[in-house]
């Protein structure tokens, strides 16, 4: 079993902060696996935001390149979904996920709304 715990969502006015965090633990999980970050606005699909593999590489969704930094705290099993200049289209639930074989385990998601 894995457990995701996010925190660190809120509301923030347009071009402001907001650092998530996602803290992992349980005995499914292992840090030779890659993690992400997804969202989902209201009425729309779940997208993937950011990746971030054992290694340390990175993948960004093309829109987001610039204003979002994901990271990760091997020691604390924790990543970390840094995201700058906000904007109101980035208001969704931010999801944290680990994906072992064919098994995804998804936190329970964060809220971040950004007001215009």
């Known amino acids: 079993q894995v457990q995701l715990v996010e925190s660190g969502g809120g509301l923030v006015q347009a071009g402001g902060s907001l650092r998530l965090s996602c803290a992992a633990s349980?005995?499914?999980?292992?840090?030779?696996?890659?993690m992400s970050w997804y969202r989902q606005a209201p009425g729309k699909q779940r997208e993937l935001v950011a990746r971030?593999?054992?290694?340390?590489?990175?993948y960004y969704a093309g829109s987001l390149t610039g204003r979002f930094t994901i990271s990760r705290d091997t020691a604390k099993n924790t990543v970390y979904l840094q995201m700058n200049n906000l904007k109101p289209e980035d208001t969704a639930v931010f999801y944290c996920?680990?994906?072992?074989?064919?098994?995804?385990?998804w936190g329970q998601g964060t809220q971040v709304t950004v007001s215009s």
């Open positions: 996920s680990f994906q072992r074989g064919l098994t995804t385990y």
């Open positions: 349980g005995s499914g999980f292992s840090t030779s696996n890659a």
């Open positions: 971030i593999t054992s290694s340390g590489s990175t």
